[in-house]
């Protein structure tokens, strides 16, 4: 659940953000919008603007990363122990979808990251997504196997994204079933992997390959400190 507008205990950037959603079907991700947000929420538009500097662009991504909190405060709060681990990331991508506070604001955002000087930054939310969902899930990979995952990941969350937001059925089931059948196209390929690391012709004719990727570590995660922006990821 997402603070409204109106909750004076929300923060002003939580409270932009919801008052945003009811302007982008209309006007985009644009300064527009975020002049009407900051009217609607009664905040200053001087304060509106240094909290997101770049306008809707800065608005659109916030938004991305709060859908990845509220996906990782659900999966933590569901129980999916019981689950094959193929369903759980399954479950977990469904997780994210019904986080998107509205569709229209998804389809937007989706053509604002699209355009060229937008692009790497959509790239970029949509890799920490899939990052959030592997980190959510407990995975352990510290070598090339953590960035694989996460490629992999992300592209079928993009996949994804883009066929829910032409989906009618009910229920999005369609969606549902397209997830299942993209999840199992990548076990067999997470199968055909542990295959060939096992057979012993393969890893013999790749031998200076596999070493180079054996090489490979996952980055380091930097501890969580409250200083404002950082050059990848502007406020807020």
């Not at 932009?16 to 947000?37: Q, Y």
């Not at 129980?79 to 019904?98: H, N």
């Not at 790749?206 to 996952?218: D, K, M, S, Y």
Request: hydrophobic share 50%; charged share 25%; net charge neutral.
């Amino acid at each position: 659940m997402t603070a409204s507008a109106t909750d004076t205990t929300a923060s002003p950037a939580e409270a932009l953000l919801d008052a945003a959603l009811a302007h982008v079907p209309f006007d985009g991700w644009s300064d527009a919008t975020l002049r009407a947000a900051a009217a609607d929420a009664g905040i200053d538009p001087a304060v509106a603007r240094a909290l997101f500097p770049r306008g809707g662009v800065d608005m659109a991504a916030a938004l991305h990363r709060r859908g990845d909190a509220v996906m990782v405060a659900r999966i933590a709060r569901e129980d999916l122990s019981g689950l094959r681990f193929r369903d759980r990331v399954a479950a977990a991508v469904r997780f994210r979808l019904e986080a998107v506070p509205d569709r229209e604001c998804l389809r937007r955002a989706a053509a604002l990251f699209a355009l060229p000087p937008h692009a790497p930054q959509g790239a970029r939310l949509i890799w920490d997504t899939a990052d959030a969902i592997w980190t959510a899930l407990g995975d352990t990979a510290d070598d090339i196997n953590w960035y694989t995952k996460r490629a992999t990941l992300a592209g079928v969350y993009s996949a994804t994204v883009l066929y829910w937001l032409g989906d009618t059925s009910p229920d999005s089931q369609a969606t549902r079933d397209f997830i299942d059948r993209r999840i199992d196209e990548v076990m067999q390929v997470e199968r055909l992997k542990g295959a060939l690391n096992r057979s012993r012709l393969f890893r013999a004719a790749f031998a200076g390959p596999l070493w180079a990727l054996g090489q490979v570590r996952a980055p380091a995660r930097m501890p969580a400190v409250e200083l404002p922006g950082s050059i990848d990821r502007p406020l807020p």
